[in-house]
């Protein structure tokens, strides 16, 4: 059996019953996302890394593609 997480809903989700939300479970070392409509797929990361990724976004530093 698998670990049982206790998945918390974002607070940008809004209150409603629908499934288009994020939500975030925490463990300890590591964090775990998936939206709701699809609840099987996660992407598990760090603290540290998801701090990163955040900080990057907030600055504009995130490459997307590849560069020419």
């Not at 049982?4 to 288009?20: F, H």
């Amino acid at each position: 059996m698998g670990t049982q997480w206790n998945w918390q809903k974002s607070s940008y989700s809004g209150g409603g019953d629908g499934n288009a939300c994020v939500e975030l479970a925490a463990g300890p070392a590591t964090l775990h996302l998936r939206e709701s409509d699809d609840p099987d797929v996660r992407l598990t990361t760090t603290p540290v890394a998801l701090a990163h990724l955040l900080h990057r976004i907030r600055h504009g530093v995130v490459m997307t593609g590849t560069p020419s």
